[in-house]
Structures are given as C-alpha cells and as structure tokens.
C-alpha cells in the first residue's frame, strides 16, 4: 500500500449510518443539488463526524492507523437516535447527539477516545483544531453544508417536508478513516473536495479493511 500523504491533505474519522439511512440521506443531496443547485454535502460520504478535518503532522502514517486500530477493537455498537434538524451558520442537518433527552454517553464517549488516539498526530499549524476541538461537539447526518445560505433555511426545511428523513434509531457499527483534498483550503474547499478512503471497521465483525491505495 502506498502510503506517501501529501502535506496539502486532510483527514477525519466518520461513522457511517447503515444502508438505507445513507439512501435517504443520499436522495436528499441530491434533490437539493437538482433543484437548488448545493453541492457542499453531497461532496462527502453520507456520514457522522466522530473527529472532523485535521491537518496530519508529518510523521508516518501507520501509528496513526494503530491508534485507531486500538480504539475499534475494544469499542462496541451503540444505538444512535435521530432528534430532529440541527441549523447553524453553515448548514443544516439531522441531529443525532442525543439519546432519551439527554447527549448520547456511548456516542460522546467514542469521540473522546477517537480524538485522544489522533491528537498526537495533529499538526501544530491545524487549520481546522479550533473548529472541531472546541466544544460542543453535536454529532449529524448533513443535508446541506455551506453553499446554503441562511436565509434559505426555511424555505428548504419547508420543501423537505415529503422528503424521506430517517427517524427510527440505527446501531452505529461502522467507521471509516478518510483523506480529503482539496485545491483551496484557505478559502472555498468544498468546491473541489475530493477524497479517498483508507481504512473501515466495522465492530464487532472481520478484521479491519485496509484499503489498498
């Protein structure tokens, strides 16, 4: 496996809902994208954020992969339920943070150790540390990122309101660790985001998928 990371990229750990959570998902991108022209959210893999971009520091990238061996093999399935939409000022989305009225322990859990296994691997010249470290941490499925303007919100959630929105409670058992690209990360990334995927684990199953790139 070729394992050369150029210095331009970016990673993130997602988990990733089951099959027809990600369809549903996946239809709404794309109805937004064919009748509103967003794009932002359909760049990316239908997903949860567990630990958001990061710049990687320049050392190797096999302990880092370790790490997070180490976590998944000793983090079990946790039930993840869905709270109605999550708005802020760069995209909505379906909450997924909280679990009977209160924030998810399993889900919030997970993230901690997921971020203290990358942490020593973080560059110190982050782009994105302040951004996704810093508290709350408010776990999502994305339906429109960034391109959307706010002052569209209510006319969108409007429009979604035949849409097919998942509801019932999923068991989040998979995860993957991804590289992203992009050609302006100072500025508009998510117009030319593009990424590979690298490693998936699915708890309590095979081995880890360590993808050949």
């Known amino acids: ?3 050369s990371i150029p210095s331009t990229s970016r990673f993130a750990v997602y988990l ?9 998902v996946a239809e709404i991108h794309w109805i937004l994208c064919k009748q509103f022209g967003l794009t932002a959210a359909s760049r990316f893999q ?10 990687k520091s320049d050392d190797p990238l096999p302990p880092l992969i370790e790490r997070l061996d180490a976590v998944f093999a000793t983090q079990h399935p946790f039930e993840v339920h869905f709270n109605g939409f999550r708005l ?11 679990r009977g009225g209160k924030l998810n322990p399993e889900l919030l859990a997970c993230r901690e150790r997921v971020v203290d296994a990358v942490l020593p691997h ?12 810093e ?10 990122f960034r391109d959307i303007s706010t002052t569209m919100y209510d006319h969108v959630l409007a429009w979604l309101q035949d849409a097919p929105l998942p509801t019932e409670p999923f068991l989040a058992d998979a995860f993957h660790f991804l590289e992203f690209f992009s050609e302006d990360w100072e500025g508009m990334w998510w117009e030319t985001l593009t990424w590979r995927l690298h490693k998936v684990w699915i708890l309590n199953s095979n081995p880890p998928i360590e993808l050949q790139t």
Not at 46 to 55: D, Q
Not at 136 to 141: K, Q
């Open 1 to 3: 496996m070729n394992l």
């Open 122 to 133: 973080i560059a110190p010249d982050c782009d994105f540390a302040n951004s996704d470290l």
């Open 16 to 24: 990733i809902p089951p099959y027809k959570v990600a369809r549903d």
């Open 46 to 55: 239908v997903h949860a954020t567990i630990k958001g971009f990061f710049k």
């Open 88 to 98: 802020n000022d760069i995209g909505l989305g379906l909450d997924i943070s909280h």
């Open 135 to 144: 508290p709350p941490f408010r776990a999502h499925l994305t339906l429109a």
